[in-house]
């Protein structure tokens, strides 16, 4: 992943946006930060949007805004990214781990649904690799349980589901962008959104100390949470141009598929999404040897903005992922360790063998290069030593 290939048209902006930032003398909360967040409302079609110091805080603001309180707990998934859960854990509250989907990598909404009790306050689905969670699902749930729902949006700016897009479909969404994201700062930022106005006054004050009406008189126990204008003025160039960056993914996704398919040495993922269902069911896959040594992701459901495009390989990852950097091919494992392994999770008391299906992906899933810039001839090369990695033919895309 080469972060320096800005594309030609960010170029001139970005730097035209940091020389108004340096200008303006105002480096923190700003109008910069204000003028983006209006323009991220249109964007998202959402009411309130508070621009924060980073995803990992989004999720931690959120649930210091919503009240969550010590010992409470909260629902997850296993496989993701640390921060979901360990945000959860920094508000002294209780991560409460789900297993995933084998068919599309997210939580589903039946696996959260069955370790609610009287103790829980919120579940945390999130939108994995840049595709949405199965969100009827969770609106279902949450018209039958007093719980709130904390979307992770932090891998899907700009995916959606019907006409609506991920983040606004629970009662908070939290964003991230890292530079890796889909909408990446150059540095560190994230961002909260609510469409209510209670819980976004809490918001706000919660990121500046809980001092917000009047300077120096502290109605919350927040933190400095704030954004850098010079970072809002960039993501705002990015903004501008958010959907094309998002369109390159989805197109690098589909020459990856078109190059792996007509090679002949993967299949689209054949285990069932199994979001709808009531159980777990139907993995006569699972355990057996396939012919074909990769799985590769499929979209199932709205807008998938390929944040990371994960394929699955059923033997000898490792080894192929050392062939690969051998080769100046970068990969990456989201994520190697499911959370509820974790060392600093081990009060928790779970165990190896909880989560089945999101022990075996850990160690099955690897994620190919997909950034915009990425050219169709290394995409082509990625699956061609991919191939001479299995000794199998590669076969040119026409
Ligand atoms: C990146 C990410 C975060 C954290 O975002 P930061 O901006 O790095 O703090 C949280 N959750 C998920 C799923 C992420 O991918």
């Known amino acids: 992943m080469d972060l320096k290939r800005v594309l030609d048209f960010e170029k001139k902006n970005l730097q035209e946006a940091f020389n108004r930032v340096l200008e303006s003398g105002r480096y923190i909360l700003s109008q910069e930060v204000a003028s983006f967040e209006q323009s991220l409302s249109a964007y998202l079609n959402i009411r309130h949007c508070i621009g924060v110091s980073s995803g990992s805080d989004a999720l ?6 919503l009240g969550i309180k010590p010992a409470e707990k909260v629902i997850c998934p296993t496989f993701t ?9 920094r508000i002294g509250a209780r991560p409460v781990f789900a297993d995933s989907c084998p068919g599309c990598f997210q939580l589903p909404p039946f696996e959260a649904q069955s370790r609610i009790d009287s103790e829980t306050r919120g579940i945390v689905p999130v939108h994995l690799f840049g595709q949405c969670a199965d969100m009827d699902g969770f609106k279902e749930i949450k018209e039958k349980n007093d719980i709130f729902i904390i979307e992770d949006s932090a891998q899907a700016f700009g995916a959606s589901l019907g006409d609506k897009k991920a983040g606004v479909l629970g009662d908070v969404g939290c964003f991230s962008f890292f530079p890796t994201k889909n909408l990446a700062a150059l540095g560190e930022a994230g961002l909260v959104v609510t469409a209510s106005d209670e819980i976004a006054y809490k918001l706000k004050a919660l990121r500046v100390h809980g001092s917000f009406r009047q300077k120096y008189i502290h109605e919350l126990i927040g933190g400095n949470f704030r954004m850098d204008e010079v970072q809002a ?6 903004l501008n141009a958010v959907d094309k960056l998002i369109e390159q993914r989805i197109k690098n996704a589909l020459l990856y598929e078109q190059a792996f398919l007509s090679s002949g040495i993967a299949i689209l993922c054949p285990d069932p999404c199994l979001c709808q269902t009531k159980k777990y069911e139907g993995l006569s896959h699972w355990d057996k040897d396939n012919y074909y040594p990769i799985y590769l992701p499929r979209s199932v459901r709205g807008r998938h903005t390929f944040n990371q495009y994960v394929i699955r390989i059923k033997k000898e990852r490792d ?3 050392d062939y690969l950097k051998d080769r100046g091919i970068q990969t990456e494992i989201y994520y190697p360790m499911p959370l509820h392994l974790q060392p600093c999770f081990s009060s928790l008391g779970y165990q190896k063998g909880d989560f089945p299906i999101a022990e075996k992906l850990s160690q099955e899933v690897m994620a190919l290069p997909i950034f915009p810039g990425l050219t169709e001839e290394e995409i082509e090369r990625v699956v061609k030593v991919i191939c001479q990695f299995f ?8």
């Open 60 to 65: 931690l603001l959120s649930f210091l805004a």
């Open 81 to 89: 990214f640390f921060a979901t859960a360990g945000s959860i854990a």
């Open 391 to 398: 000794g199998h033919p590669y076969k040119s895309l026409p």
């Open 319 to 321: 080894k192929l992922r």
């Open 233 to 238: 003025a960039f993501l705002h160039v990015r």
